[in-house]
């Protein structure tokens, strides 16, 4: 994993690192059993090289505490590793990663996939969720829901802590933060009834 790691901080092979600070790699137990996959690195994960440290990894680690879960015990990463901005003055805003840069992303991806192993995957967000389930992924209608992917690899989807952050009022933020610890409930105990991944859409991973 730290040659791993050594190479993904030197990668060119997308225009993303002409701009970011540095590569956002996964961080955890290098053979965890759980990971959680999110979709791209923001402002504060540019700066500090870490995932999740901003306001949406405060979020995540409440949600991941009150579901009965460590970060410690999880291999946390994303399916992007540069931050994407559009500069705003003196501001970052972050900008998704088009089709192409995911692409290329992914194979960095796949390489944590294949050293980590994990007998369980929950993906963060849309972005995420269309990596490993389909581009015809629908997360609203799908959230909770475990899927079985190619290897036995038992995988969920729920909502990214940043969408909760954005939600238009309190009412819809309690909401879908309830649906995000439940779901990483349902994650921690493990698949109960699990459905083959559809054939509908693109895969990635």
Same mark, same amino acid.
Not at 64 to 78: H, I
Not at 173 to 195: C, E, I, K, S, T
């Given at each position: 994993?730290?040659?791993?790691?050594? !190479?993904? +901080?030197?990668?060119?092979?997308?225009?993303?690192?002409?701009?970011?600070? %540095?590569? #956002?790699?996964?961080r955890?137990?290098?053979? /965890?059993?759980?990971?959680? *996959?999110?979709?791209?690195?923001?402002?504060?994960?540019?700066?500090?090289?870490?995932?999740? #440290?901003?306001?949406?990894? #405060? +979020? +995540?680690?409440?949600?991941? %505490?009150?579901?009965?879960?460590?970060?410690?015990?999880? @291999?946390?990463?994303?399916?992007?590793?540069?931050?994407?901005?559009?500069?705003?003055?003196k501001?970052?805003?972050?900008?998704?990663?088009?089709? /192409?840069?995911?692409?290329?992303?992914?194979?960095?991806?796949?390489?944590?996939?294949?050293?980590?192993?994990?007998?369980?995957?929950?993906? !963060?967000?849309?972005?995420?969720? %269309?990596?490993?389930?389909? $581009? $015809?992924?629908?997360?609203?209608?799908?959230?909770?829901?475990?899927?079985k992917?190619?290897?036995?690899?038992?995988?969920? /989807?729920?909502?990214?802590?940043?969408?909760?952050?954005?939600?238009?009022?309190?009412?819809?933020?309690?909401?879908? @933060?309830?649906? +995000? *610890?439940?779901? !990483?409930?349902?994650?921690?105990?493990?698949?109960?009834?699990?459905?083959? *991944?559809? /054939?509908?859409?693109?895969?990635? #991973?």
């Open positions: 994993m730290k040659e791993l790691h050594d !190479l993904a +901080l030197r990668c060119h092979d997308c225009p993303l690192w002409k701009h970011a600070t %540095q590569t #956002v790699f996964g955890g137990p290098s053979h /965890a059993p759980m990971m959680l *996959v999110g979709e791209q690195p923001g402002s504060q994960e540019d700066a500090s090289g870490e995932p999740f #440290v901003g306001p949406a990894g #405060v +979020l +995540l680690d409440r949600a991941l %505490q009150e579901a009965g879960l460590e970060r410690g015990q999880v @291999y946390l990463t994303n399916t992007v590793k540069h931050f994407k901005f559009e500069q705003r003055g501001r970052r805003l972050h900008k998704r990663a088009n089709a /192409a840069e995911q692409a290329i992303c992914r194979e960095w991806l796949a390489a944590e996939l294949r050293e980590v192993r994990p007998q369980r995957i929950l993906t !963060l967000g849309a972005m995420a969720a %269309q990596a490993f389930f389909g $581009t $015809t992924f629908q997360l609203t209608m799908s959230h909770g829901r475990w899927l992917l190619a290897g036995g690899i038992d995988a969920m /989807a729920t909502w990214h802590p940043s969408s909760v952050l954005r939600s238009i009022n309190r009412d819809t933020h309690d909401h879908r @933060y309830q649906q +995000l *610890v439940d779901d !990483l409930r349902a994650f921690v105990a493990g698949p109960q009834h699990v459905h083959a *991944v559809s /054939a509908g859409g693109r895969r990635a #991973v």
